[in-house]
């Protein structure tokens, strides 16, 4: 659905239209774009929160700076809607994160305006360094070169990383901090606290105004006013901070922190901070969900909340007159508090994201049990080791894309010392509307060569229960257990546990001539792919094999000595998944059966709803059938083999 933009928005078809635009204008364009967003988020869906809370820090960009000559960077991108509809993207707005339509985050093969890809936090400083020096060095000395980074994205690792490194060039750099204490759900740590102490500093706010214009007059007595200038300006914030400024410690020249809402005092600082070289950052604290009240108020819930009444702030729900199954991270969240009841050593540990993984049940439930670390893959695994080496078992859980971030610290520090820690995948395979930056595709390829790990797949909630609860028993080493987005397909989900044997699978319907092998929940796109076969006639076998390391080799024997034609399926890249795992092993021990892999192909795969993915991909019902009407090149079965 599409909204009629207002007055100023609809004649903005670029950045320079906004620049023809008048100072005194920029509040309302501001408005009608705050406006826009929440028209087409309320009925289309998508991030909400995040892209309210930057619109005029936006439009004081796109007015000041000279894009896309100068370049912006929108660290993790949840916030670039706003950048979107002032670049030309107006009126495909409404096609955001549909199959076909514009991605949900800046996407450099969309629009010369994006100019990094993004999806991941922490990335923006040092992609921007990158084109900063490289401008340095072809003498673009008039280039601007802009990170937009989130307080909760600065707690990242490589954010510190880039920010020790821009301080020691003399790169055309400017870092704005987003400072709203919050990422998706509120931040945790002590930067929370530094920018906290620095933002409600009355002491330092009072002084930083009155000292400013005492400043500029010094600073027009000469240049040797002007050093004193800046020496009193740094001791200044030093005195009244107790300490000296972080960022200016780093070399980077600290402006703020000023009202991320006051649009036309952004853009006199920002026009200001052109004419000033080197490494700079500018603190602008802003509030997210500005301009929707609900969302101020619920920051977390508000950070993606579907479709919704933009009225009433009523989010819309799908009935359903039968029972709904749960969530893979809600069963997961439950689950691991029926545990930890039991096992006292059971701890639970999440990457900035309790909400998402449904880790904040546990948090709820055991609050010294479980540890929101904040957006720090490669620290939440290490953190994870260090808390096995002293007996305790953590459950330790991170979106498979997010995962791929911390792989060292999964083989330096946890493998290679064969701890006891329990990893919990959610997101694991292609995940819908988030597209490209987020699918889990590579975690199977990537656990499964790592020695002493189990990886392991859940085909339904039950057998997700019965894994967490195998994986917590005694002597279990590195644990891997995947999970995908989205609901399952039991209701009646809570069941007694289960120990199951450590690579070990199952049968899940007995059959002739050929086999199906899945792994993981992509398994029930299988049963469907049989049902349907079985009405034509055609009578596969399924089993559903739950580990990918270490393979059921006994199962396997009986596959490959009783089916000459063998399909594979896997939400997850074919190359060095599941079906590469029964390729080796067939080539390992001398069979010669025709063996078709499902999964996700080498290439990217965009964002669409997940089943339009499997279909898109190749590797859903449809497919399934498909290829094995191919391999039994029609012939229908007469009866079933028990």
Same mark, same amino acid.
């Given at each position: 659905?599409?909204?009629?933009?207002?007055?100023?928005?609809?004649?903005? =078809?670029?950045?320079?239209?906004?620049?023809?635009?008048?100072?005194?204008?920029?509040?309302?364009?501001?408005?009608?774009?705050?406006?826009?967003?929440?028209?087409?988020?309320?009925? =289309?869906?998508?991030?909400?929160?995040?892209?309210?809370?930057?619109?005029?820090?936006?439009?004081? @960009?796109?007015?000041?700076?000279?894009?896309?000559?100068?370049?912006?960077?929108?660290?993790?991108?949840?916030? !670039?809607?706003?950048?979107?509809?002032?670049?030309?993207?107006?009126?495909?707005?409404?096609?955001?994160? $549909?199959?076909?339509?514009? *991605?949900?985050?800046?996407?450099?093969?969309?629009?010369?305006?994006?100019?990094?890809?993004?999806?991941?936090?922490?990335?923006?400083?040092?992609?921007?360094?990158?084109?900063?020096?490289?401008?340095?060095?072809?003498?673009?000395?008039?280039? %601007?070169?802009?990170?937009?980074?989130?307080?909760?994205?600065?707690?990242?690792?490589?954010?510190?990383?880039?920010?020790?490194?821009?301080?020691?060039?003399?790169?055309?750099?400017?870092?704005?901090? =987003?400072?709203?204490?919050?990422? +998706?759900?509120?931040?945790?740590?002590?930067?929370?606290?530094?920018?906290?102490?620095?933002?409600?500093?009355?002491?330092?706010?009072?002084?930083?105004?009155?000292?400013?214009?005492?400043?500029? &007059?010094?600073?027009?007595?000469?240049?040797?006013?002007?050093?004193?200038?800046?020496?009193?300006?740094?001791?200044?914030?030093?005195?009244?901070? &107790?300490?000296?400024?972080?960022?200016?410690?780093?070399?980077?020249?600290?402006?703020?922190?000023?009202?991320?809402?006051?649009?036309?005092? @952004?853009?006199?600082?920002?026009?200001?901070?052109?004419?000033?070289?080197?490494?700079?950052?500018?603190?602008?604290?802003?509030?997210?969900?500005?301009?929707?009240?609900?969302?101020?108020?619920?920051?977390?819930?508000?950070?993606?909340?579907?479709?919704?009444?933009?009225?009433?702030?009523?989010?819309?729900?799908?009935?359903?007159? &039968?029972?709904?199954?749960?969530?893979?991270?809600?069963?997961?969240?439950?689950?691991?508090?029926?545990?930890?009841?039991?096992?006292?050593?059971?701890?639970?540990?999440?990457?900035?994201?309790?909400?998402?993984?449904?880790?904040? +049940?546990?948090?709820?439930?055991?609050?010294?049990?479980?540890?929101?670390?904040?957006?720090?893959?490669?620290?939440?695994?290490?953190? *994870?080791?260090?808390?096995?080496?002293?007996?305790?078992?953590?459950?330790?859980?991170?979106?498979?894309?997010?995962?791929?971030?911390?792989?060292?610290?999964?083989?330096?520090?946890?493998?290679?010392?064969?701890?006891?820690?329990?990893?919990?995948?959610?997101?694991?395979?292609?995940?819908? !509307?988030?597209?490209?930056?987020?699918?889990?595709?590579?975690?199977?390829?990537?656990?499964?060569?790592?020695?002493?790990?189990?990886?392991?797949?859940?085909?339904?909630?039950?057998?997700?229960? =019965?894994?967490?609860?195998? !994986?917590?028993?005694?002597?279990?080493?590195?644990?891997? $257990?995947?999970?995908?987005?989205?609901?399952?397909?039991?209701?009646?989900?809570?069941?007694?546990?289960?120990?199951?044997?450590?690579?070990?699978?199952?049968?899940?319907?007995?059959?002739?001539?050929?086999?199906?092998?899945?792994?993981?929940?992509?398994?029930?796109?299988?049963?469907?792919?049989?049902?349907?076969?079985?009405?034509?006639?055609?009578?596969?076998?399924?089993?559903?094999?739950?580990?990918?390391?270490?393979?059921?080799?006994?199962? @396997?024997?009986?596959?490959? %000595?009783?089916?000459?034609?063998?399909?594979?399926?896997?939400?997850?890249?074919?190359?060095?998944?599941?079906?590469?795992?029964?390729?080796?092993?067939?080539?390992?021990?001398?069979?010669?059966?025709?063996?078709?892999?499902?999964?996700?192909?080498?290439?990217?795969?965009?964002?669409?709803?997940?089943?339009?993915?499997?279909?898109?991909?190749?590797?859903?019902?449809?497919? +399934?059938?498909?290829?094995?009407?191919?391999?039994?090149?029609?012939? @229908?079965?007469?009866?079933?083999?028990?």
């Amino acid at each position: 659905m599409q909204f009629e933009a207002g007055e100023l928005l609809s004649k903005i =078809n670029d950045p320079s239209d906004l620049k023809k635009l008048k100072e005194d204008q920029l509040e309302q364009l501001s408005q009608e774009l705050r406006q826009f967003i929440i028209d087409q988020v309320s009925v =289309n869906g998508g991030h909400f929160a995040a892209s309210l809370g930057v619109v005029e820090l936006t439009v004081a @960009l796109h007015y000041v700076m000279n894009t896309p000559y100068d370049q912006l960077i929108w660290d993790v991108g949840h916030q !670039a809607y706003g950048h979107k509809i002032l670049t030309g993207r107006r009126d495909i707005f409404h096609t955001n994160r $549909i199959e076909n339509g514009i *991605s949900g985050f800046p996407n450099r093969f969309e629009s010369k305006y994006d100019a990094f890809g993004v999806g991941h936090s922490s990335t923006s400083i040092s992609a921007a360094l990158g084109m900063a020096v490289a401008s340095q060095i072809r003498g673009e000395k008039d280039r %601007q070169h802009i990170a937009v980074i989130g307080d909760g994205a600065l707690t990242g690792g490589m954010a510190f990383e880039a920010l020790n490194h821009a301080g020691i060039s003399k790169s055309n750099l400017l870092v704005i901090l =987003n400072d709203n204490c919050m990422s +998706i759900d509120p931040n945790v740590g002590a930067l929370k606290e530094y920018l906290t102490s620095i933002t409600t500093s009355k002491r330092y706010n009072r002084f930083r105004d009155d000292i400013a214009a005492v400043l500029t &007059k010094i600073s027009e007595v000469g240049p040797n006013a002007l050093g004193i200038a800046k020496k009193l300006e740094k001791s200044i914030k030093g005195t009244l901070l &107790k300490n000296a400024n972080l960022f200016e410690s780093l070399n980077f020249r600290y402006f703020g922190p000023v009202d991320g809402h006051d649009v036309k005092k @952004l853009a006199k600082t920002l026009e200001d901070l052109k004419h000033i070289p080197g490494p700079k950052l500018l603190h602008a604290v802003t509030i997210k969900g500005k301009g929707f009240a609900l969302a101020e108020k619920d920051q977390t819930k508000w950070h993606a909340p579907g479709l919704f009444d933009k009225i009433t702030g009523e989010i819309k729900k799908s009935s359903n007159d &039968k029972p709904v199954a749960p969530k893979f991270q809600d069963v997961f969240g439950h689950t691991l508090v029926e545990l930890a009841e039991e096992n006292d050593k059971i701890v639970g540990i999440t990457p900035a994201m309790p909400s998402g993984s449904s880790m904040n +049940i546990m948090m709820k439930a055991m609050p010294d049990r479980a540890f929101d670390v904040g957006i720090a893959e490669q620290h939440a695994v290490t953190f *994870s080791a260090g808390l096995a080496t002293q007996g305790l078992l953590p459950f330790c859980n991170i979106y498979s894309s997010f995962m791929q971030r911390a792989y060292d610290q999964v083989i330096h520090d946890v493998a290679l010392q064969n701890l006891n820690v329990v990893f919990c995948l959610d997101r694991a395979g292609v995940v819908g !509307a988030d597209g490209a930056t987020h699918h889990g595709a590579y975690d199977i390829a990537f656990m499964r060569c790592v020695p002493n790990m189990t990886v392991s797949a859940p085909m339904n909630e039950e057998e997700l229960r =019965n894994l967490m609860f195998t !994986a917590q028993l005694p002597n279990k080493g590195p644990f891997v $257990i995947r999970y995908p987005r989205g609901n399952g397909v039991m209701p009646d989900w809570r069941r007694p546990f289960t120990e199951i044997e450590i690579g070990k699978g199952r049968l899940i319907t007995a059959g002739e001539e050929l086999a199906i092998l899945s792994f993981g929940a992509i398994g029930n796109e299988a049963v469907k792919a049989v049902q349907q076969l079985n009405e034509l006639g055609i009578h596969p076998a399924h089993y559903d094999l739950r580990f990918a390391k270490p393979l059921d080799e006994a199962l @396997l024997h009986q596959v490959f %000595q009783k089916f000459g034609k063998i399909i594979t399926v896997e939400d997850g890249s074919l190359q060095g998944g599941i079906g590469s795992a029964v390729l080796e092993f067939m080539a390992d021990h001398g069979y010669h059966s025709q063996v078709v892999r499902l999964g996700i192909p080498d290439k990217i795969i965009e964002h669409a709803e997940q089943n339009a993915q499997w279909k898109n991909a190749h590797y859903d019902a449809n497919a +399934i059938i498909a290829e094995a009407k191919k391999l039994c090149n029609g012939k @229908l079965t007469s009866s079933m083999v028990g």
